[in-house]
């Protein structure tokens, strides 16, 4: 028998057989991992499975390549907060969405793992949320290889002027290294580069940005699955505020 321990936190749960649940965690040591958990499709089981439940997970099976089981207890729950403001809901069903999406099975990522927990922590405080979830889905490029390089024009090798993102490299291109191919290269708010603080707009062009790498490189790179529209939900809650 092989048994691990650690924390995670919920990040999908979907009926298995007539009582169970199999649930998928992302876990501080394992990664997105998956298990079964009796009893846990039952009225007292699921409001401890919601996504963004953080919980104290023990995983058991025979082999380490089954699915295995599940005993997980509750940390923290963050459903009451997702329930009683639109954009922490948006904000833990997007963040959830594309965990479940496109993180590899069973790889570990500690580092990101608490920067995903910090960001959750943050649910509810909708005047840095936005922000802090620009910075997430940047790092999330950046775990996933598909990272952007704003340190410097791909063009010309300057570091001033940067306007646009390539599309192809994901490099910053400056105004004059862009040139008449401008029309076809992405734009570079200045708060992609980690100038401070920005408005809502700016923000969510930003993630128009940060969008088309998760879109067209990391998505794609997957096969042919669309990103989850819990992301899209999230832009039209950021744009609302």
Known sequence: MIEWRDEGAI????PFGESAAIVELFSAAHGRHAGVVRGGASRKAAPNLQPGTQVAAVWKARLDDHLGAFTLEPLRSRAAIAMSDRLALAGLNAVCGLLAHVLPERAPYPAFYERTMGLLDLLG???????????????LLEEMGFGLDLSGCAVRGVNEDLAYVSPKSGRAVSRSGAGEWADRLLPLPPVLTGMGDASNSEIIAALGTTGFFIEHRLVKSLGDRPVPPARDRLLHAIARL
């Open 125 to 139: 405080q909708s005047e840095v949320w936005p922000l802090a979830y620009l910075r997430w889905e940047q790092a």
């Open 11 to 14: 990040l999908a749960t979907r």
